[in-house]
């Protein structure tokens, strides 16, 4: 099955610079990877997501990358506030709206937003 | 907006018991999830359901059951509760025709 790795486990950035955080897949058959917010005592939302036909995609201070041959994605936070300050994951799946299709989930990244 | 709601926030049950976790969704959303969050481990899905009375085991659905008897009820059984199912349990759901899940906020369950 699917194995997805994220990177860094716990990350501090000041605010106002950026944040990068990456992932890995194994399965070459994944096409679609969300990424997920999850602030404090909530559940996780979702944030921005790509599909394998594009490299990247932008939504205002937030911007994820896919590179397929690699089989790695990025997400990257510019101009950090402190309201960034969550867990954040990312994920992989095949894509198939017809049935229930599975995420597999990264193990998480503690980002941090300091004044 | 889509409202997933878990029927407790916090749960304290002792070794052996049977234990109900109840999801409720009111989008009419076809797809239902049952996942576990520990540190390091990220979220790992349990079980999932993609219609009334459907289920397929997750990558994890040892000591587990589900029940989807209502569309938008889903429920996780723990038959026998050990304290290494001690976890956040998080619940969400997603409509046929969109990708995106939409999770409850979790039960934090302890076993003693």
């Known amino acids: 099955g699917e194995n997805v790795e994220q990177h860094p486990s716990t990350l501090s950035v000041q605010e106002g610079d950026s944040a990068v955080i990456k992932c890995t897949y194994s399965?070459?058959?994944?096409?679609?990877f969300p990424w997920y917010k999850q602030e404090l005592g909530k559940g996780p939302q979702l944030i921005i997501d790509?599909?394998?036909?594009?490299g990247e995609k932008k939504d205002q201070r937030i911007a994820v990358t896919l590179n397929k041959t690699a089989k790695h994605f990025s997400l990257h936070i510019t101009e950090t506030q402190p309201e960034d300050s969550a867990v954040y994951f990312c994920?992989?799946?095949?894509?198939?709206?017809?049935?229930?299709?599975?995420?597999?989930f990264g193990t998480g990244t503690r980002l941090q937003v300091t004044l | 907006d889509v409202k997933v709601t878990q029927s407790s926030r916090y749960l304290v049950k002792r070794t052996g018991e049977k234990v109900f976790l109840e999801c409720v969704q009111d989008?009419?959303?076809?797809?239902m999830f049952w996942y576990r969050q520990d540190p390091g481990l990220g979220l790992r899905l349990i079980y999932f359901s993609y219609d009334v009375k459907m289920k397929e085991k997750g990558d994890i659905p040892e000591g587990y059951s589900v029940s989807r008897e209502k569309k938008e009820r889903f429920s996780l059984i723990l038959e026998s509760a050990s304290t290494n199912q001690t976890s956040m349990y998080l619940c969400?759901?997603?409509?046929?025709?969109?990708?995106?899940?939409?999770f409850g906020p979790g039960t934090r369950l302890t076993v003693l």
């Open positions: 969400a759901s997603r409509p046929r025709d969109r990708n995106e899940q939409f």
């Open positions: 989008m009419d959303h076809e797809n």
């Open positions: 399965d070459s058959a994944s096409n679609y």
């Open positions: 790509i599909r394998s036909n594009v």
């Open positions: 994920a992989a799946s095949k894509e198939n709206t017809g049935t229930a299709s599975k995420l597999t």
